[in-house]
């Protein structure tokens, strides 16, 4: 596998304060095309991006997340994403050329194509050349994924609309059907925490690894994601690594893996899914601003914990006219 086709497979985040080894792996992925991902409110991850890349900047790659409507109205991210954007600008000191989006927490889809959003959308394509994003999708939010496909078409040739979402063997936002459908319309994916690490998956490394029979569970889900790679052609993995010897590590273990995948030697890696539990999220928003009937019946006070959100919401967004798009 060439240095160029793993910067097509992989997006690497972390790496949330700055210092002399973080910054020793940070321009070496940025060196090697690897997409970055951060966000505004990641401690230094900014300032460790722009004195990493100093000299290489039109090197980078980056992917930030930016919050719409954040549930939580005292935080950071309860602002118009257009500010959120012209900060991470002002503290990384330069625009990069290679800028891709992530837009976190609920939209409903009819929202995307409302007049603020279409203006929102040609602002940044025009400011900052932005042209890929990659709406957050939890099942909980029932996203018609035709409906993405639509928006494609409702925006073709000025932005383009994909998903990022949780997935690994062992907990997945997407099913094989949706990936299908998903990659007959070209529409991109990204697949968040590949490796089955973090707080997120229900299922974790060492229950995965009972049920490998010896098999190692990293390298299983490497295998997972580098097969669906193969399989639908429009997917990439994002995860970290906290020093330059894990990620050379891992980069030798995809290489290893998609070596034996080309040929056909499934043996140290193939893992019978009928034989895992699946954890696929459908309860599940980390951010708690979708709450589905069920939950308000389950627990009345959701419901009146809503109301006083929307209210406040609505007070505050005063102060930039409504408008969360900006």
């Known amino acids: 596998m060439k240095k160029q086709e793993i910067s097509n497979k992989l997006i690497f985040g ?76 002002d503290r990384l000191g330069f625009i990069p050329v290679d800028w891709s989006l992530q837009l976190c927490c609920y939209c409903n889809l009819k929202e995307l194509t409302k007049i603020n959003a279409s203006k929102f959308f040609a602002k940044i394509k025009q400011k900052y050349n932005i042209n890929q994003i990659y709406l957050e999708y939890y099942p909980l939010y029932n996203y018609k994924l035709s409906q993405i496909d639509k928006l494609n078409n409702f925006y073709k040739s000025k932005i383009s609309f994909g998903l990022i979402g949780y997935q690994n063997l062992c907990n997945r936002v997407f099913t094989k059907n949706d990936l299908k459908f998903l990659s007959s319309k070209s529409i991109n994916i990204i697949f968040l925490g590949f490796l089955g690490k973090g707080i997120q998956n229900r299922y974790s490394l060492d229950s995965l690894s009972n049920a490998l029979n010896k098999k190692n569970s990293i390298d299983a889900n490497i295998f997972y ?102």
């Open 14 to 89: 972390g790496l949330l304060d700055h210092n002399i080894e973080a910054e020793e792996l940070r321009r070496l992925q940025i060196i090697e095309g690897m997409p970055i991902h951060t966000c505004n409110n990641y401690r230094e991850s900014i300032e460790l991006i722009k004195n990493a890349s100093r000299g290489i900047e039109k090197n980078l790659k980056l992917l930030t997340k930016i919050y719409y409507k954040y549930p939580n109205i005292k935080h950071k991210r309860f602002r118009p994403l257009i500010d959120q954007l012209n900060e991470i600008v």
């Open 225 to 326: 994601l580098l097969s669906c790679q193969n399989t639908y052609k429009n997917i990439k993995g994002l995860t970290h690594v906290s020093s330059i010897d894990h990620y050379l590590e891992l980069k030798k273990k995809l290489e290893q893996i998609d070596e034996s995948l080309n040929k056909s030697d499934f043996s140290n890696y193939f893992i019978d899914e009928k034989k895992l539990s699946i954890y696929n999220f459908h309860d599940y928003d980390q951010y708690g601003g979708y709450i589905t009937l069920r939950q308000y019946f389950k627990k009345p006070k959701l419901l009146m914990s809503k109301i006083k959100y929307i209210i406040k919401a609505y007070l505050k967004s005063f102060k930039f006219k409504n408008n969360f798009w900006g």
